[in-house]
């Protein structure tokens, strides 16, 4: 059976590792808007629904998946990502 090349496309996208840059779109929070990750640099940048942007550096790939699964990623990014790695505002 022959895949549709977007099919195509996304099949090929799922059947690779986790890609050198991740994102988590538009969510349903109060909080936080969205975020992106890079595990070659380890810097997790969060766009908060005020529209400030900051980068958290170091953040193991671990703790963004977590974050990426937990039911309120604004609970989890108060217990386990703010206050506990360096960041810097975007402006």
């Known amino acids: 059976m022959e895949l549709r090349p977007r099919a195509r496309e996304t ?3 799922l059947a690779q590792p986790l890609a050198t840059f ?3 779109g538009v969510m349903p929070s109060t909080v936080i808007r969205r975020f992106t990750y890079s595990p070659d640099s380890e810097e997790l940048t969060i766009e908060f ?3 400030r942007r ?4 170091a953040v193991p790939e671990e ?3 977590a974050m990426r699964e ?3 990623k604004g609970v989890y990014f108060n217990k386990h990502i703010r206050n506990r790695y360096a960041y810097r505002e975007l402006v």
């Open 11 to 13: 099949a090929s996208r």
């Open 22 to 24: 991740a994102r988590c």
């Open 49 to 51: 629904v005020t529209g």
């Open 54 to 57: 900051y980068v958290y550096s």
């Open 63 to 65: 703790e963004v998946q």
């Open 70 to 72: 937990a039911f309120s």
